[in-house]
């Protein structure tokens, strides 16, 4: 339980850190190899070339991913990257990687429904907040319908000074996957 708190801690900060920004910049593209560096609980992305340097959140492994894409340390991709800037605090967003003119990720496309998402203004939702019984897991949550809440997780931390809204892509197909999965999920009973 502590750990899983822990994690959600984690998670949250950087959930506040990467949203909440107040004005965003110019995209920037990098084209480089990824380097990625373990930081306790945070694996981070690097990347760099001749006038650029960042430091992006990347995922808690071994099972959490900030994003959805496998990048080799190997390869060369052109990474598209945003900043915000939060309480003075430049945040680095990856808004989409390329490969050979193919794009692997797009920030506003669903990684599983291939669609291109709404951005809209969400309420953040701050405390711990468990999945009902009638829930699907987080893991079925990531693989059927990832973007389908109308709402995000602000995660255990609030103060005052927390935001309230923030943008997120909101995705039509899993909301109608997620639909279907409650329905499928009554008839089992
Ligand atoms: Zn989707």
Redesign the pocket.
């Known amino acids: 339980m502590r750990i899983l708190i822990q994690l959600l801690l984690t998670v949250a900060l950087s959930y506040v850190v990467a949203f909440a920004g107040e004005h965003v910049q110019q995209p920037v593209a990098i084209t480089t190899r990824p380097r990625f560096d373990d930081r306790g609980q945070v694996t981070y992305l690097l990347l760099s070339d001749n006038s650029h340097s960042y430091e992006l959140s990347w995922g808690m492994p071994p099972k959490i991913r900030f994003v959805p894409v496998t990048l080799d340390t190997n390869s060369i991709y052109t990474f598209t990257v945003t900043e915000r800037s939060y309480k003075g605090i430049a945040i680095p967003e990856l808004r989409r990687v390329q490969q050979e003119g193919q794009t692997i990720y797009d920030v506003e496309v669903?990684?599983?429904?291939?669609?291109k998402?709404e951005h809209k203004k969400v309420r953040i939702l701050y405390g711990l907040i468990l999945p009902g019984p009638d829930e699907p897991t987080g893991d079925a949550e990531q693989q059927l319908?990832?973007?389908?809440r109308e709402h995000s997780l602000g995660g255990c931390v609030v103060s005052s000074d927390s935001p309230k809204t923030e943008m997120i892509y909101i995705?039509?197909?899993?909301?109608k996957?997620y639909a279907r999965w409650k329905v499928e999920n009554k008839k089992i009973k």
């Open positions: 669903c990684e599983i429904h291939k669609t998402m319908f990832p973007h389908r995705c039509t197909e899993c909301k996957a």
